[in-house]
């Protein structure tokens, strides 16, 4: 893992691993999620192709604790150039409850997922201007079970 060699970058990772700390199941604080952004701090979910901001930012947070009650983020790699991180990571959990998506909701499957993860923060005097995430989603709706199937698995 890279590590951060300047203070701002070090004052800037541990921005970002309180916020993912505040994301993971076990813990979930939604609302400690939202405070590390700044005033007008949005989260983009790439996939679903909506910005979130204000007290929404943390949907995303409860949709997927909702669906992975055992929610865990491992972290891979850290960059860093000026006030951007970006973080390699993989989004792992079992699918105990309904997976919200754009189009419906997956029900249950019980299977895990690991689903690579690409975050891109940028950040002003430690908080979060944007936030956004890439997640494979092909990868991870394979893992449930779904993807050859999709419109089958989803309830609308």
Do not use: W
């Amino acid at each position: 893992m890279n590590q951060p060699k300047s203070v701002e970058e070090q004052r800037n990772a541990g921005v970002i691993r309180a916020l993912y700390a505040a994301a993971e199941g076990a813990a979930k604080d939604t609302p400690k999620f939202v405070s590390f952004f700044g005033e007008g701090g949005y989260f983009y979910d790439v996939a679903a192709g909506k910005k979130y901001y204000g007290k929404d930012i943390g949907l995303t947070v409860d949709i997927y604790a909702t669906a992975f009650p055992n929610m865990h983020r491992e972290l891979y790699n850290f960059y860093f150039n000026d006030d951007v991180v970006v973080v390699e990571l993989s989004l792992n959990g079992t699918q105990k409850g309904n997976l919200a998506i754009p189009a419906g909701v997956i029900p249950p499957t019980n299977k895990d997922m690991h689903a690579p993860c690409c975050d891109v923060f940028h950040l002003k005097d430690g908080k979060v201007v944007s936030f956004h995430c890439y997640v494979a989603v092909p990868i991870l709706l394979e893992q449930l079970g779904v993807f050859m199937n999709l419109s089958a698995a989803i309830r609308k």
